[in-house]
């Protein structure tokens, strides 16, 4: 599903954010990545979405090297892949059924596929009882359900997700992460960037741990593991701050 092939990436301000990055995400599995604010989480998922290209090596989506993609091909893309934001990203003067919407209406959807498929999503998320809502009407945990249903509408091989949870607390948490869940089994792969370790812990996934834009660590290690190394670069940069 996704591979990426010792790739670097260097922006023009000299700052190296990933550093000979290599691993593949294969369908069906859902996997945690993590590590420090800076350790090159966002540019990892840019790279991805191809918002950023890379300064070496390959990234890979479904076997098709998407370095050598111009950028009329970007948008195609970009339909294989699904987005799911800390902050939901919702449009607040639109309805619940016009944000979930949206990607097919720019797709050029038929208005009878978009019904079927918006009422689908929002029902596998559970909320097709809102449809005529204005997002702003809704709870957090819901405009992040319906965060979820706008990206999976498309029915996307590969869902992304950064800090999906930041803003939940652990009961609402685990629903969002019940959703996920139910994606990957049926074949999505999905990719949660987070720092949430008390997340991490209570889910045995895989896990990718970045430090300083190098790839550290691939497993699915004892979460206590992951949170001493991340302590310990804490406690590093405290040190060379002070």
């Known amino acids: 599903m996704i591979k990426f092939d010792r790739v670097s990436k260097r922006y023009p301000n000299g700052k190296e954010a990933l550093r000979r990055i290599q691993f593949e995400l294969p369908a069906g599995q859902l996997t945690f990545l993590t590590g420090h604010s800076g350790a090159g989480k966002s540019t990892l998922l840019k790279l991805i979405m191809m918002i950023e290209r890379p300064t070496q090596g390959q990234v890979f989506l479904e076997g098709q090297n998407l370095n050598g993609l111009g950028a009329r091909h970007v ?32 797709a050029g959807f038929a208005r009878a596929d978009i019904g079927k498929r918006v009422r689908a999503a929002l029902d596998k998320v559970g909320l097709l009882d809102k449809e005529k809502l204005n997002p702003i009407m809704l709870s957090g945990g819901e405009q992040q359900r319906v965060g979820i ?16 949870t930041g803003n939940l607390d652990p009961a609402l948490s685990a629903e969002i992460m019940d959703l996920f869940h139910d994606f990957a089994r049926v074949g999505v792969a999905v990719l949660i960037a987070t720092h949430d370790l008390s997340l991490i812990a209570r889910y045995r996934h895989r896990l990718l741990t970045l430090r300083e834009g190098a790839l550290i660590h691939d497993g699915e290690d004892a979460p206590s593991q992951v949170e ?7 406690r590093r940069e405290d040190h060379h701050g002070s």
Do not use: C, T, W
Request: no cysteine; proline share 9%.
């Open 75 to 106: 948008p195609f893309v970009r339909r294989k892949i699904g987005m799911v934001h800390q902050n939901h990203q919702l449009l607040f003067d639109r309805s619940v059924f016009d944000n979930v919407a949206l990607p097919l209406v720019i």
């Open 228 to 234: 001493q190394d991340l302590a310990l670069y804490a």
């Open 149 to 164: 249903a706008r990206a999976v509408v498309n029915k996307p091989p590969l869902l992304l997700a950064d800090e999906p």
